[in-house]
């Protein structure tokens, strides 16, 4: 079946760049998401990205997809605080329910 | 709107009893999802409904777990008997159109804790 991967962990100071990395295994997704869940809270969608786009940009937010990688990253510019909680990657292909990662922990440094 | 509502946020129970979790998805909208979260497992879909109708159920872990969704705001996850390996947080989300439409909108979760 469809798989997502994401690294487990991630930590990086404040005001540096964050770039949190995905692959998937299915060459027919049609859109890929980012969901954010802060501490004791659901996942809320970040962004998400065509899969005919290349790269999509939203303030600080920018999404890479190398769709012939089958990888997808999210970069957060000037990292703060408040960022950090985990980030899921997901992707859909046709009528089917979202495939998510693991999640990845970002943890922000002051 | 509201949102996703959950209840209760969270549950201790013994093992061997009987739980009962709520959903009440967004008004309108024609998806509903059961996930369950562990750190060992992230996230897992258990069933999803489309129009009040299961539609699949093969991550449902055993026939402990069941769901039902008797109406359009209303769905129940229930576990019995409930084993400490049942310890996760459970979401409920919904969707307004099929199950791989739009953006998913997750309530708060029940965190349920098994001794």
């Known amino acids: 079946g469809e798989d997502v991967e994401q690294s487990l962990f991630l930590s990086v100071r404040e005001g540096d760049s964050s770039v949190i990395n995905c692959t998937y295994t299915?060459?027919?997704?049609?859109?890929l998401y980012w969901y954010k869940q802060e501490p004791g809270a659901g996942l809320q969608l970040l962004t998400y990205?065509?899969?005919?786009?290349d790269m999509k940009q939203d303030q600080r937010l920018t999404v890479l997809l190398n769709k012939k990688d089958k990888h997808l990253s999210l970069r957060i510019a000037d990292t703060q605080t408040g960022d950090s909680a985990i980030y899921f990657c997901?992707?859909?292909?046709?009528?089917?329910?979202?495939?998510f990662g693991k999640g990845t922990r970002l943890s922000v440094i002051a | 709107d509201a949102g996703v509502i959950q209840s209760p946020r969270h549950e201790v129970t013994e093992m061997g009893q009987e739980v009962t979790l709520r959903c009440k998805p967004i008004?309108?909208?024609?998806?509903l999802f059961w996930y369950r979260q562990t750190m060992m497992r992230g996230l897992e879909l258990l069933i999803y409904f489309n129009n009040n109708v299961p539609i699949d159920d093969s991550g449902m872990p055993e026939d402990r777990f069941s769901a039902k969704m008797p109406n359009a705001s209303f769905s129940t996850l229930k576990i019995q008997p409930s084993e400490p390996r049942d310890s996760a947080v459970y979401f409920c989300a919904s969707i307004l159109g099929g199950p791989g439409t739009g953006e998913l909108f997750f309530g708060e979760g029940s965190r349920l804790t098994v001794l």
């Open positions: 008004s309108g909208h024609n998806s």
């Open positions: 299915d060459s027919s997704s049609t859109y």
């Open positions: 997901a992707e859909v292909s046709g009528n089917t329910p979202l495939v």
């Open positions: 990205i065509f899969s005919n786009m």
